[in-house]
């Protein structure tokens, strides 16, 4: 495979075309998670509640994506042979996900809050549609030898984009304190919601006008079979998910279970982190809740590129192993000062690194997972192997926040005995 990475050479302004996709993506998730639960705490919700409600795109999505990426992987020949497999999907779920999303804002600025449920709902389903066909769409275009290092320029993007909308959460969203001190939303978020939503559609229509995913598609599979790499498309149209993995001889299927396995554990971790941050910053640090995440994002930006140089010398495992070193690193500091009961000040300053260690150890890890896992695929179960992948996150990210609520709340019973 070395061979083959120095021969072929990714097309870099490509992956940064077929990336726009994943980059709305992580613009939407950062504002969703920061946003709905201050929007929940608006109508009186505790941290186990919102804990609950916010696992629920997650509860569709274990349920949704593996689906999706099976569609897509079956998406009729007909329209596929004009349209392409992935992009009818990613088009529709993006420009619909925008639109209800500001509904979302409506209901929240209105206090309506069966609107606002019942928005969320669709939005989070229409977010579904296009994620794992998103996703797939990478290694469909991309030869096999060079995919990790379309995934870094992929994570790049998505970082980017998790880094705009924090910039213009902390410029844009409005706080001020209350007789407590503690911080509060303000204002209606139009400006905010607005620019996100427009982002999505916009790039949508480009990817429209520059993706000619038929076309990628074909130069990917002449470049595979110029350098002899098997890549077999394989009629699957009769098989459930379940026999998608079928074709696995039983040691590649023991790998995909400890990969999958693996994945489930750190976004538990990560999650566990981020989850209901925005309202522990402004509620206890008494701060905006955007430098620390700034702060992980620039993390993981500097990551991306050298993971994928040190994934080469050591191997993809031995590279996942130190993203997770990092991270563990990263939460042990955070709980030795919590657990310690120390001061907000304290706890501010121990963000910091706690943030750095752990956006720097989730990209070592990010680049090379996803790749682990859909190279034991084919062509043509790339969508089933990528909505797998994504159903094990989704699980994860489940359990964590409404765990995380339990402990928030017992930690605040706690401390008013």
């Not at 083959?4 to 992956?15: C, D, G, S, Y």
């Not at 994002?297 to 994928?308: D, G």
């Not at 080469?312 to 130190?322: E, Q, S």
């Not at 909505?387 to 008013?416: H, K, N």
């Amino acid at each position: 495979m070395e061979n083959h990475e120095a021969e072929l050479r990714l097309n870099v302004p490509r992956t940064v075309i077929v990336g726009l996709a994943f980059f709305t993506i992580s613009m939407f998730w950062q504002i969703y998670d920061s946003l709905m639960p201050l929007f929940l705490k608006d109508f009186g919700f505790g941290a186990t509640l919102r804990g609950v409600i916010m696992a629920m795109d997650n509860v569709l999505a274990v349920v949704l994506l593996p689906f999706m990426g099976l569609w897509s992987d079956r998406f009729p020949m007909k329209l596929r042979s004009k349209f392409g497999r992935r992009m009818p999907f990613i088009v529709t779920g993006s420009v619909l996900a925008a639109i209800t999303f500001m509904l979302v804002n409506f209901a929240h600025n209105t206090m309506n809050l069966a609107l606002m449920l019942s928005s969320a709902a669709f939005v989070l389903v229409f977010m579904c549609l296009y994620r794992s066909p998103a996703v797939a769409l990478m290694p469909d275009v991309t030869p096999k030898p060079i995919r990790s290092n379309a995934n870094a320029v992929i994570n790049i993007m998505g970082t980017i984009g998790g880094v705009i909308t924090l910039l213009l959460m902390q410029f844009l969203l409005v706080t001020e304190e209350d007789v407590s001190g503690e911080l509060t939303v303000i204002g209606n978020n139009w400006a905010l919601v607005s620019i996100i939503s427009a982002f999505m559609i916009l790039a949508a229509v480009v990817m429209v006008i520059k993706v000619k995913e038929n076309k990628f598609a074909e130069e990917s599979r002449a470049a595979m079979a110029e350098f002899e790499i098997e890549d077999k498309e394989e009629p699957v149209k009769k098989q459930s998910a379940l026999k998608v993995l079928g074709a696995l001889t039983r040691p590649q299927l023991k790998s995909l279970l400890f990969i999958l396995l693996s994945v489930f554990l750190w976004y538990m971790a990560y999650n566990a982190l981020t989850t209901h941050f925005s309202v522990f910053s402004m509620s206890v640090l008494k701060a905006k809740f955007t430098l620390p995440l700034l702060v992980a994002n620039a993390a993981a930006f500097l990551m991306f590129i050298p993971s994928v140089e040190i994934g080469k010398r050591i191997g993809r495992k031995k590279t996942v192993m130190l993203g997770e070193a990092m991270m563990i690193a990263g939460l042990a500091l955070a709980s030795v000062f919590l657990l310690a009961g120390a001061s907000a000040g304290l706890l501010k300053a121990a963000m910091y690194p706690t943030f750095i260690l752990v956006g720097g150890g989730w990209a070592t890890i990010n680049v090379h997972s996803y790749i682990m896992c859909v190279e034991l695929s084919s062509e043509s179960t790339t969508g089933a192997y990528t909505g797998l992948y994504y159903a094990f996150t989704m699980t994860a990210q489940i359990i964590t926040p409404i765990l995380a609520g339990l402990v928030m709340d017992y930690i605040s019973v706690r401390s008013e005995e």
